[in-house]
């Protein structure tokens, strides 16, 4: 394929005859988003014991991970799908907008009035919402179109949820696809965990994706129908059961063979493993604080926010024009 690291799409003939896609990937450790898939499967778990959360179908749409050692491993291939980034440039082309990307960096880079005022009346306009487009032509019956949209606003939620919780970041157009059969959202590459995306030269200011293309897919109401009731509802159930996510993700501070920094060379690695097993780790001890700060509603120092308020604090940072306007361009705020 022709992303950075050039993985390979291999299809395997199972015993009951049928064709499975495996994603081949080179130069990236995939352990952590192999546990990761793990603690998603028991977000799922409390997610249908629920009455409120089961009659609304919120899930997350999990894959498997293989890992293979430190440097490569298979995924499953997740289909039908189709990636954000794709559909909007399809879509940008059908409606005749066409920018270069030299000229939204020159508007990036440039001297002049406050950032969010740039973004709004300069950026903005070049790329005007067109996510809504797809639903319509993706699925032309009344009420699969109805069903398709609703289902894009509560998938999105959940992972907003559990995204902001776990510090979730890289969420570019590339990491977020679209199931083609129900129209939900599915998230890939969960490499960029633990508040990494904050540590980055440009670091990630938006708790999660929520752009101005995102909110037109939701529909007349936006995100205030059914993507704020979802981020509440999932918000409250991970708060409720804060003990039990927490008990897991400490699993994480003990465990020899996730890397808690991306740049970790293997001899620095190996270095680790001599360490004594009793010496904790401190930035893992840093970011399991900041979970829990999260789960109780604590938010940048502020005191202890309802779910209600904490939510709306959220989506406040989201769709903060300043904030996306700091975004490190390949993020594509913008779209």
Same mark, same amino acid.
């Given at each position: ?6 993985? !390979? ?6 015993? *009951? ?10 130069? *990236?450790? $995939? ?8 603690? &998603?499967?028991?977000? &799922? ?38 990636? +954000? ?11 005749? #907008?066409? @920018?270069?990307?030299?000229? #939204?960096?020159?508007? %990036? ?58 510090? =979730? ?5 590339? &990491? ?8 939900? @959202? ?13 540590? %980055? ?14 909110? *037109? ?15 509440? =509802? ?8 804060? *003990? ?46 900041? +979970?829990?700060?999260? $789960?109780?509603?604590? +938010? ?21 024009? !300043? ?13």
């Amino acid at each position: 394929m022709h992303s950075l690291q050039r993985p !390979k799409k291999i299809t395997i003939v199972g015993s *009951d005859g049928r064709l499975y896609g495996f994603l081949c990937k080179p130069k *990236d450790d $995939l352990r952590k988003d192999a546990r990761l898939m793990e603690f &998603n499967s028991m977000i &799922n778990q409390l997610l249908a014991a629920d009455a409120h959360t089961q009659r609304r179908g919120l899930r997350i749409r999990t894959y498997a991970v293989v890992p293979l050692n430190e440097e490569c491993g298979l995924i499953e291939w997740v289909g039908p799908t189709t990636g +954000i980034r794709h559909v909007l440039l399809r879509l940008y082309k059908q409606h005749g #907008v066409a @920018v270069s990307t030299a000229r #939204v960096k020159a508007i %990036l880079d440039a001297d002049g009035a406050a950032p969010e005022e740039r973004f709004v009346r300069e950026l903005l306009p070049l790329f005007p919402p067109v996510l809504h487009a797809w639903f319509r032509q993706a699925f032309p019956d009344p009420p699969r179109w109805l069903a398709s949209r609703t289902a894009f606003a509560r998938s999105a939620a959940v992972m907003s949820m559990v995204g902001h919780v776990l510090g =979730l970041g890289d969420r570019h157009c590339e &990491n977020i696809l679209l199931d083609e059969r129900s129209g939900a @959202v599915v998230h890939v590459d969960f490499n960029c965990l633990f508040d990494k995306g904050m540590t %980055l030269e440009k670091p990630e200011k938006v708790p999660f994706r929520l752009t101005h293309n995102m909110v *037109d897919a939701m529909g007349a109401t936006g995100y205030e129908g059914a993507f704020r009731r979802a981020c509440e =509802l999932t918000l409250r159930l991970l708060r409720d059961h804060r *003990d039990a996510l927490m008990s897991v993700l400490e699993s994480f501070l003990h465990d020899p063979l996730v890397e808690w920094s991306r740049r970790a060379t293997r001899s620095a690695s190996r270095a680790a493993k001599d360490l004594p097993s009793s010496q904790p780790n401190e930035q893992a001890s840093r970011c399991l604080a900041s +979970i829990s700060r999260k $789960l109780q509603g604590i +938010i940048q120092g502020m005191s202890p926010l309802s779910v209600e308020g904490q939510v709306d604090e959220l989506i406040a940072e989201a769709t903060d024009p !300043k904030r996306l306007f700091s975004m490190y361009i390949g993020w594509a705020a913008y779209m």
